[in-house]
C-alpha cells in the first residue's frame, strides 16, 4: 500500500537520521559537507519567478513545479532536499533531455550528463523499447564523495553532490566508486580538432574546419564562469564532471533543463521536505522505485514503472 506524502517525508528523515547514527566517524566527516557551503538565512532567496501569472486549475506542471521550486528557495538550503522523479512510462527515448543537458552545461566530447539508457524487450515479434534517462542519483550516501583523495567532491546541505572543479586533481577514484556511471572525465577536447575541411582519411572524427567560435563559449556551472580555450589546462578540463540537478539555475527560480526540455512530461523535480510537492505526490502515489536499492546508497532519483 502506498505512502502518504507526509508519511513518506517522514519517513526520509527518519531513514536519513538512521543511517547517520550508524555512519562510521570517518564516513562522516566526508559527508557532512563542506566548510564553505553557506546555510541559514544567507541561503533564503526571494524569487519573483511566476509572480505575475495566476494558478491555474488545470495549468501545466511546469509551471506548478517551478512555483515549488520558488516556494522551497525560500526556505534555508538545510531545509530543502531535492528529488527528481522519472516516469518511465512517458519517456519516448527523443534524447531532449541529453541533448538540453549538453547545451546547458557546454558540455565536450566524451563529457554526458544525462544519457538515456536503451533496452530492447522480448524477442521477435513481441518486442519493445525501454528506456530509462539516468542523471545523477545525487545519493544520500554517496560511495564518490569518501574515496576522493582531496575532498574536491562533497555532499551539499540539500542532498546534491557537488564537484570543486579548482580542487579535482583527476585521479577518477569517484568515477570508479560511482555504482550508477554517473561521472565521466573531462579530457579538454573540442568537438572541432580537425584541423580544416578535408582531414585525413581514416580518422572517425568528422571534417568540421577546425574548432568553432562557440567552443569556447563559457558555461556556468556551480554559478561560476568556466572559460574554455584550446591549449589551456585550466578547469574544468582533467577533472570528473557530473549532472549537479543545473543548480545554478535553481539559484534564480528555473527548473533543471531536463525537466523543461522532455517533451513527454516524464521527469519531473522537486523538494522531498515538501509534503504537497508534485515530486513527493508522484513517489506516493505510485510505486516508484531507485536503480540498485541494495547497494544502500540511497539516491534521489526515483522512478515510475
Given at each position: 500500500?502506498p505512502?502518504?506524502?507526509?508519511?513518506?517525508?517522514?519517513?526520509?528523515?527518519?531513514?536519513?537520521?538512521?543511517?547517520?547514527?550508524?555512519?562510521?566517524?570517518?564516513?562522516?566527516?566526508?559527508?557532512?559537507?563542506?566548510?564553505?557551503?553557506?546555510?541559514?538565512?544567507?541561503?533564503?532567496?526571494?524569487?519573483?519567478?511566476l509572480?505575475?501569472?495566476?494558478?491555474?486549475?488545470h495549468?501545466?506542471?511546469?509551471?506548478?513545479?517551478?512555483?515549488?521550486?520558488?516556494?522551497?528557495?525560500?526556505?534555508?538550503?538545510e531545509?530543502?532536499?531535492w528529488?527528481?522523479?522519472?516516469?518511465t512510462?512517458?519517456c519516448?527515448?527523443?534524447?531532449a533531455?541529453?541533448?538540453?543537458?549538453?547545451?546547458?552545461?557546454?558540455?565536450?566530447?566524451?563529457?554526458?550528463?544525462?544519457?538515456?539508457?536503451?533496452?530492447?524487450?522480448?524477442?521477435f515479434?513481441n518486442?519493445?523499447?525501454?528506456?530509462?534517462?539516468?542523471?545523477?542519483?545525487?545519493?544520500?550516501?554517496?560511495?564518490?564523495?569518501?574515496?576522493?583523495?582531496?575532498k574536491?567532491?562533497?555532499?551539499r546541505?540539500?542532498?546534491?553532490?557537488?564537484?570543486?572543479?579548482?580542487k579535482?586533481?583527476?585521479?577518477?577514484?569517484?568515477?570508479?566508486?560511482?555504482?550508477?556511471?554517473?561521472?565521466?572525465?573531462d579530457?579538454?577536447?573540442?568537438?572541432?580538432?580537425?584541423?580544416?575541411i578535408?582531414?585525413?582519411?581514416?580518422?572517425?572524427?568528422?571534417?568540421?574546419?577546425?574548432i568553432?567560435?562557440?567552443?569556447?563559449?563559457?558555461?556556468?556551472?556551480?554559478?561560476?564562469?568556466?572559460?574554455?580555450?584550446?591549449?589551456?589546462?585550466?578547469?574544468?578540463?582533467?577533472?570528473?564532471?557530473?549532472?549537479?540537478?543545473?543548480?545554478?539555475?535553481?539559484?534564480v527560480?528555473?527548473?533543471?533543463?531536463c525537466?523543461?526540455?522532455?517533451?513527454?512530461?516524464?521527469?519531473?523535480?522537486?523538494?522531498a521536505n515538501d509534503?504537497?510537492?508534485?515530486?513527493?505526490?508522484?513517489?506516493?502515489?505510485?510505486?516508484?522505485?531507485?536503480?540498485?536499492?541494495?547497494?544502500?546508497?540511497?539516491?534521489s532519483?526515483?522512478?515510475?514503472?
Open positions: 500500500m505512502m502518504s506524502r507526509r508519511e513518506f517525508v517522514t519517513a526520509s528523515a527518519l531513514a536519513g537520521a538512521g543511517a547517520a547514527a550508524v555512519a562510521t566517524g570517518v564516513t562522516l566527516n566526508k559527508l557532512v559537507g563542506h566548510p564553505e557551503d553557506p546555510s541559514g538565512e544567507a541561503t533564503v532567496r526571494d524569487l519573483t519567478v509572480d505575475n501569472i495566476e494558478p491555474q486549475a495549468e501545466d506542471v511546469l509551471l506548478r513545479m517551478q512555483r515549488e521550486l520558488v516556494k522551497a528557495m525560500a526556505k534555508p538550503v531545509q530543502r532536499h528529488i527528481m522523479v522519472i516516469d512510462r512517458k519516448v527515448g527523443c534524447d533531455c541529453t541533448i538540453g543537458c549538453v547545451a546547458e552545461n557546454k558540455l565536450p566530447p566524451g563529457v554526458v550528463y544525462r544519457p538515456v539508457i536503451k533496452e530492447e524487450l522480448g524477442q515479434p518486442v519493445q523499447l525501454r528506456f530509462t534517462p539516468r542523471p545523477c542519483m545525487q545519493c544520500r550516501q554517496p560511495p564518490c564523495v569518501p574515496v576522493c583523495p582531496v574536491a567532491t562533497w555532499q546541505p540539500d542532498g546534491i553532490v557537488t564537484i570543486d572543479y579548482d579535482c586533481i583527476g585521479c577518477r577514484y569517484c568515477i570508479t566508486a560511482c555504482p550508477y556511471y554517473a561521472r565521466t572525465s579530457f579538454g577536447e573540442f568537438y572541432g580538432d580537425g584541423a580544416a578535408g582531414a585525413p582519411a581514416g580518422t572517425d572524427r568528422p571534417v568540421t574546419g577546425g568553432q567560435p562557440w567552443e569556447g563559449v563559457p558555461n556556468f556551472e556551480y554559478a561560476k564562469n568556466w572559460a574554455r580555450k584550446k591549449g589551456s589546462k585550466k578547469s574544468p578540463k582533467g577533472n570528473a564532471r557530473k549532472c549537479h540537478f543545473c543548480l545554478h539555475r535553481l539559484e527560480g528555473q527548473l533543471p533543463t525537466v523543461t526540455t522532455c517533451i513527454g512530461r516524464a521527469t519531473y523535480f522537486g523538494d509534503p504537497d510537492s508534485l515530486a513527493v505526490e508522484l513517489i506516493t502515489g505510485n510505486q516508484a522505485q531507485t536503480l540498485e536499492p541494495h547497494l544502500g546508497t540511497r539516491p532519483v526515483y522512478y515510475i514503472v
